[in-house]
Nanobody
């Protein structure tokens, strides 16, 4: 079955950077749209960003636009999230997700439309 494993989380000061990775195994990664979501304590899970299978279309939440960059390496079955200028409000558990549906358009931003999820990685930004 498909497994997604996130890594790269940690503790960073405000203004710092982190790069998250999500490695995919057991599926056809190159055909999946990939998304990053996050959930802070006491809050609902929210969309962060997503990228289509060919890395030609990416969407970002307004709260991270200009600071976060999603990318993928289909040869390595891995999607990345580069996070710069981090803020305390970015503190959350970050999850990657895979959408196996075939689409010629952009990736979905709706969490329920993703089929596979990682276990999450904690990102904590101190002020």
């Amino acid at each position: 079955q498909v497994q997604l494993v996130e890594s790269g989380g940690g503790l960073v000061q405000a203004g710092g950077s982190l790069r998250l990775s999500c490695a995919c195994s057991g599926g056809v990664f190159s055909t999946y749209a990939m998304g990053w979501f996050r959930q802070a304590p006491g809050k609902e899970r929210e969309f962060v960003c997503a990228i289509n299978w060919s890395a030609t279309i990416a969407y970002y939440a307004d709260s991270v636009k200009g600071r976060f960059t999603i990318s993928r390496d289909n040869a390595k079955n891995t999607v990345y999230l580069q996070m710069n200028s981090l803020k305390p409000e970015d503190t959350a558990v970050y999850y990657c997700a895979a959408d196996r549906s075939i689409s010629i358009g952009g990736p979905t931003v709706i969490s329920d439309e993703y089929d596979y999820w990682g276990q999450g990685t904690q990102v904590t930004v101190s002020s």
